[in-house]
């Protein structure tokens, strides 16, 4: 029960060097799957998050042979007499991370710990104008968000899928293949923007936060901890099935409305997230660069359409925004 | 005989000014939803006629937001997010088809598609916390005025814009 207690707090850069935090990595990665959103979706993620919980969990269970395993990722109190004093060791050992209403700098930091991770998969692209430019861009579309204060910050990572990612707090990543794909800077504002969306909204904290409670509901803190949390039985209420797939659909389709309206008051060409929308629909779904992207988000043709419902005619009297091919960073290879 | 040779002497003439005129000439498009087609680029400008969703079209040339297309029935302007670019996949179909083949052997296909460093399921779930990388990416941080003097060195100007919401009736 020990290791699992120690995930609940994965924003500690301490635990990393716990030697029970594999199940915690994987947790988190999983949160990233989901979150990371990028361009993706959120639902598969709360399926895998599940899946990731329940082996973690029969791990932890294997140890107590009079629990049957497959109860782990249920909603079934399963606590112990022994776990429960060994969470109270690690609660007083530390100060609590707080899953109900986490501070900005527990924001911070949990985001911290998942785009680590993400840069452990993928690193950055060695090549600091790129990176230089990307931040640019991307920092002054998130002066137009609702959450100009955050520490933004952003990167392009090492791989040819089509993606990017978001993680709480301001950390964004988007891989060389999706830039490849790109012509203009308003496009990259827009791609950008979308991710930024994610952040200003906490999509992913919230999925993580109530990943954690249904964590609390089933029993892996104590029950003093779980009455403490009103959220812990609503979300125990609705199973396993934490994020309906509706909800997590929303989600994208909320950040690529935030996104190209952030672009737009930013000053470029309202239609650049559009646009990129336009090249991924037309990539070949039997394409491995885009198997997780498609796997994550509403298809392409979809958002679109949401988008254009959305828009009607508020865009009519938007002119002039610009796209800045001339100065959009190209590649090196 | 006379006139069907002066017909595709025309055809032959008009054929490059098409290409040359748009970059976007024959290129082929699909209704993204049902919608009707004007007769200028203008949201108020009088009915051509309509498309239904996935119906096979041809985009003729670009003004704004807005697509001059050919249907079989008619010709005029529509907004730009009422098509795609390209064939038609079916919609909602090649959806379903996506979702079928994205299972574990889906994702596995990353790796063995690209041969490229992968950030499929399992390579997610595998990789460890990269400290000096994250590092790097944290150097990276710039101030709000870093921002506003990247935009002003592109000359962008902010404009009043208020955040779109989800249109009336759109499904969550």
Known sequence: ?333 | MKSKFKAMFMTACLLPVFYGSAALAAETGTALKNDTIRKEPYADAKSAGSFTRGESLEILSKQGAWLQVKTKKSTGWVRLLSVKRGASSAGSQSAGVLAAASGRAGTGQVVSTTGVRGLSEQELKAAKFNESEIKTMESYTLSADDGRNFADAGKLKPIAFANLKAAKGDTK
């Not at chain 1, 082996?55 to 782990?72: M, N, V, W």
């Not at chain 1, 609590?96 to 785009?115: C, Q, V, Y």
């Not at chain 1, 909204?201 to 609390?216: A, P, S």
């Open chain 1, 1 to 333: 029960m020990n290791g699992l207690i120690k995930n609940t707090n994965p924003a500690r850069s301490s635990l990393r060097k716990h030697s029970k935090i594999k199940a915690g990595n994987s947790l988190l990665i999983s949160a990233l799957l989901a979150s990371v959103l990028g361009l993706a979706g959120m639902q598969s993620f709360a399926f895998d998050l599940k899946g990731v919980l329940k082996e973690a969990a029969e791990k932890e269970l294997g140890k107590s042979p009079e629990t049957p395993a497959t109860d782990a990722g249920q909603t079934q109190p399963t606590t112990t007499g022994a776990s429960s004093s060994e969470n109270t060791a690690a609660k007083t050992s530390e100060p609590e991370f707080n899953w109900k209403n986490p501070s900005k700098e527990e924001e911070i930091a949990l985001g911290r710990e998942i785009a680590g991770n993400l840069l452990g998969a993928a690193p950055l692209v060695k090549d600091t104008a790129l990176q230089k430019y990307v931040n640019s861009v991307g920092r002054w579309v998130a002066s137009q968000s609702e959450r100009p204060d955050l520490p933004w910050r952003f990167g392009v990572i090492e791989s040819e899928d089509l993606n990017a990612f978001a993680a709480p707090g301001g950390y964004i990543m988007l891989t060389k293949g999706l830039y490849r794909k790109l012509s203009n800077e308003a496009q990259l504002a827009g791609v950008l923007g979308h991710e930024i969306g994610h952040v200003v909204k906490k999509h992913q904290l919230k999925v993580l936060q109530k990943q954690q409670l249904l964590n609390i509901g089933a029993g892996f803190l104590s029950d003093k901890y779980a009455k403490d949390n009103k959220l812990a039985s609503k979300a125990i209420g609705t199973g396993a099935e934490i994020s309906a797939r509706s909800l997590d659909k929303s989600a994208e389709y909320e950040a690529d409305r935030l996104g190209l309206s952030y672009a737009t008051r930013a000053g470029y060409e309202p239609y650049g997230l559009t646009e990129v929308l336009q090249t991924i629909g037309q990539t070949n779904k039997n394409d491995g660069s885009v198997a997780l992207l498609f796997k994550t988000h509403p298809h392409p043709d979809e958002r679109l359409v949401a988008l254009g419902d959305a828009i009607g005619n508020k865009l009519d009297n938007v002119k002039n925004g610009k796209t800045l091919e001339n100065r959009f960073y190209q590649l090196k290879n």
